[in-house]
C-alpha cells in the first residue's frame, strides 16, 4: 500500500533549487517516494507560494519547470 505525503513550498523549493541546503535531502527523498509510488498531496495555494518563490530563485524556466536541470 502505498503512503500519501503532503508536499509544502519548502519540500517544492529544496526539490527545483540545487543551491537549497536541502536539495540533496529533497531529491534522496524523491527518489524513494518514487520506488514506493507514494502519492503526493498538495493545495493550490502551496503551487502558488511555490511558484512565486522558484520564479524569484531561478526565473521563468525555472518556475515554469522549462530548465534541464530541474526535476
Do not use: C, K
Amino acid at each position: 500500500m502505498s503512503a500519501t505525503i503532503f508536499v509544502d513550498t519548502g519540500a517544492w523549493l529544496a526539490l527545483t533549487d540545487d543551491e537549497d541546503s536541502y536539495h540533496a535531502a529533497a531529491l534522496s527523498t524523491h527518489t524513494q517516494l518514487e520506488r514506493q509510488r507514494s502519492i503526493w498531496v498538495t493545495t493550490n495555494l502551496v503551487l502558488a507560494e511555490s511558484y512565486v518563490l522558484i520564479l524569484r530563485r531561478g526565473g521563468y524556466p525555472a518556475a515554469m519547470g522549462t530548465d534541464s536541470d530541474i526535476i
